[in-house]
């Protein structure tokens, strides 16, 4: 008897967990390209944006968007198991007074090696430590 019930408590945890890493990874993650993402994390700080700042798209290869003030705009690889590369990245050069924000930003995507969807939150990472949170504005 205690045989089965201890087999019954593993069987409900391995459902658990089982679960647990379906919610996460599952159905509900939206699409990386084709989507509208704004930041909200950067370096372990929580940002807040006017609705058309530090926005971008992820197409075809293409990254490009507005930061602060300017355009950014770059080439990004991925590949099925996550990882994630920025080349070329590129800027108009207007000054304002978050400009040092999109220059971190940039940093940021330089340094990037793979990136994480978490439901409507990409994940950008470095080395397996996260660097920015970008929230999905307009899910695909």
């Known amino acids: 008897m205690k045989c ?3 087999m019954t408590m593993v069987v409900a945890l391995l459902t658990l967990m089982a679960g647990c890493c379906a919610c996460r990874k599952g159905k509900n ?3 990386l390209q084709g989507t509208q993402w704004q930041l909200v994390r950067m370096m372990g700080r929580d940002l807040t944006f006017d609705n058309d700042k530090f926005v971008f798209t992820f197409t075809d290869g293409e990254f490009a968007g507005m930061g602060a003030c300017n ?3 770059g080439q990004y690889v991925t590949s099925l198991t996550g990882a994630m590369t920025f080349k ?3 800027s108009t050069r207007m000054m ?4 040092a924000l999109e220059t971190e930003f940039a940093q940021i995507l330089e340094r990037a090696t793979h990136y994480e969807i978490d439901g409507d939150m990409l994940l950008i990472l470095s080395n397996g430590e996260m660097q920015a949170v970008l929230h999905a504005i307009n899910a695909k």
């Not at 304002?96 to 400009?99: F, I, S, V, Y």
């Open 96 to 99: 304002c007074p978050d400009l």
């Open 71 to 73: 355009r950014m705009m």
């Open 29 to 31: 993650n939206v699409a």
């Open 4 to 6: 089965l019930l201890k």
């Open 88 to 90: 070329g990245l590129a």
